[in-house]
């Protein structure tokens, strides 16, 4: 196809008739290849930009879709350029939106426009020979929001009140607001109030960091060897990203939610971060963040301890000849995962007794540490048996398209998968009502297909019409995108029949009120103390096993296929 002309109309056409697409330009037939597929599309329709980049910087109009493919002379007609020559046309440039507001830290000064972009993070000049430092690569908007049918709206004007500022976005009723203050060592931000509908998302912060040599993703850093940005979270409900993002979402809550941002030279950044993790109320450790490399306790190995608990002489014995200065108690001194009790089997005494062997270790100048995963559970855990919790985080919503009961091997589901639910990392697990499942043989992703896992089931049987959840298994391991042989050692117990239409939604192993493992699941988040990080679709089984996860996520999809069809689009570009 020959180049579009500059300050000229030129209509363009494309018809599909399976399996050929011809395209025009002014009327006349440029190009034709073939495609064997049907045309299924879900997404918003974007003109003059291919996936990510925009590929067309100028006008369009009289844009068509047709629900046929058009002739060559029905092509031609639309093309016709009566009327399309006169007026004259000039390019005028771009106003440039003015300088909005500062803030400012000990170390940098962020700056915005009305438009509502971050304009600059500018590093300030320190010492006798110190130069400021531009730390941004590029101008973003700082505020998006994301609507129904994962639409992303930058804001395009942005106000501000004593410190207040307020986003309102194109084609979309209502606007944003969030608090920009100075902490002295750190901006903090908070979401106050969305009033745009059906939102899903709300990024409050973002900017694009310019020094991204080292990238640290629990510490919510990136560096170079002279200066550094930190994003970090303030409260679990908000996920940031080494991507300088901050964002909430509507499950968890859009409002009322923080994050801070530190900027400046590299040997300033954990004065910075002790600042933040100290004025702020979030977890934090004098031996861990910013006070790590300076922690004597830091300095110390440790020896893992596995069995034989309550024997702490031998224990003593092999941390002084080995050299190491904390025992760190491993699974099973506890219960099981989801249940942290002492376990009776190697702590008969209960508390008393693992709190006797701990004085023993502390005497002979010891640290104890004790290993837990909480964002895992087991089946036996007091989250699963003998009814699911409903405290357990949900990942998404679904509906059962097929009757689903003991025979069955394969969930078929009217809901496309969510973002989490597109690559495998880990297990899953289902429940409905008060019965929880779990897949218990392993799978790998391969769309469209997936081979059919059988389920296993534990607690009752639910009725029909009962609601259910879709969940992260217990002690799940976190995995890559691959194929993993697993059996399960759980023996099955009653399997629901679950009728069309029953919900069905997605949830992870970590109740809501244990913080300490949220990344396990679907809270990835960073901050001072912790880091954390959709015809119908079948959702194969798969298989739990003990040990650590780092991350959720879902079992391979199978859409229907699109219905076979013939269309046509035509549009007028300048």
Request: proline content about 8%.
């Amino acid at each position: 196809m020959q180049r579009i002309p500059l300050r000229k109309w030129t209509h363009l056409a494309a018809t599909f008739s399976l399996p050929n697409v011809t395209t025009y330009m002014d009327g006349k037939k440029v190009g034709q290849s073939a495609w064997q597929y049907p045309i299924g599309f879900t997404d918003p329709l974007v003109l003059g930009q291919w996936n990510t980049e925009k590929s067309h910087d100028g006008l369009i109009d009289e844009l068509r879709l047709y629900k046929r493919a058009l002739t060559p002379a029905e092509v031609a007609l639309l093309a016709d350029r009566q009327g399309r020559d006169s007026g004259e046309i000039k390019l005028v440039p771009p106003v440039q939106p003015r300088t909005l507001a500062s803030f400012e830290t000990r170390c940098a000064t962020l700056t915005l426009n009305e438009a509502g972009w971050v304009t600059s993070l500018l590093q300030k000049a320190s010492g006798k020979e110190g130069h400021a430092r531009e730390l941004l690569a590029a101008q973003t908007p700082m505020v998006t929001v994301v609507v129904e049918g994962n639409r992303n709206v930058e804001c395009h004007k942005m106000s501000v009140d004593n410190g207040i500022l307020t986003a309102t976005f194109p084609g979309l009723d209502g606007h944003a607001r969030l608090r920009c203050e100075s902490k002295g060592d750190y901006l903090k931000f908070t979401a106050l109030e969305v009033t745009v509908p059906r939102v899903t998302s709300f990024v409050f912060f973002h900017c694009a960091p310019g020094v991204n040599q080292y990238r640290g993703e629990f510490a919510g850093l990136v560096s170079d060897d002279d200066s550094g940005i930190c994003l970090r979270a303030l409260d679990l409900q908000v996920n940031c990203s080494t991507a300088m993002s901050a964002s909430t979402s509507a499950d968890l809550g859009l409002t009322g939610y923080s994050a801070a941002l530190a900027a400046g030279p590299r040997s300033e950044l954990r004065p910075m971060l002790k600042a933040m993790a100290t004025q702020e109320d979030v977890p934090r450790s004098q031996h861990g963040g910013p006070w790590a490399a300076e922690s004597p306790m830091a300095r110390l190995s440790y020896l893992f301890v596995q069995d034989a608990f309550t024997d702490t002489d031998s224990w003593i014995d092999l941390a002084r000849r080995g050299g190491f200065g904390i025992l760190h108690f491993r699974e099973p001194w506890f219960r099981t995962f989801g249940d942290y009790r002492p376990n009776p089997k190697n702590f008969p005494g209960g508390m008393d007794e693992m709190v006797a062997a701990a004085d023993r270790l502390h005497a002979a100048g010891l640290k104890l540490g004790l290993h837990t995963l909480s964002g895992c559970l087991r089946t036996e855990s007091p989250y699963i048996t003998p009814v699911p919790s409903q405290e357990l985080i949900s990942l998404a919503t679904y509906t059962v398209a097929r009757d689903f009961g003991k025979a069955d091997d394969t969930l078929y589901v009217n809901e496309p998968p969510g973002d989490q639910h597109a690559t495998v990392f880990t297990y899953h697990g289902a429940t409905v009502g008060s019965t929880w499942m779990r897949r218990n043989t392993g799978w790998r992703k391969t769309w469209p297909w997936m081979p059919r896992c059988p389920w296993e089931a534990f607690a009752l049987a639910a009725p029909p019409g009962t609601p259910g959840r879709w969940t992260c298994s217990p002690s799940s391991g976190g995995m890559s995108n691959t194929a993993w042989p697993t059996t399960s050692t759980r023996r099955p117990s009653t399997v629901f029949a679950s009728p069309a239409g029953t919900s069905a939604c997605a949830s992870a192993t970590a109740a809501r009120g244990n913080s300490r493992r949220l990344s396990t699941c679907r809270t990835r988040r960073s901050c001072p103390g912790r880091s954390r990080r959709n015809g119908p679709w079948t959702t194969p089984a798969g298989s739990s096993r003990s040990g650590s996860a780092s991350r959720c996520c879902s079992p391979p999809f199978r859409p229907t296929p699109p219905r076979r069809g013939r269309s046509s689009t035509s549009a007028t570009h300048r």
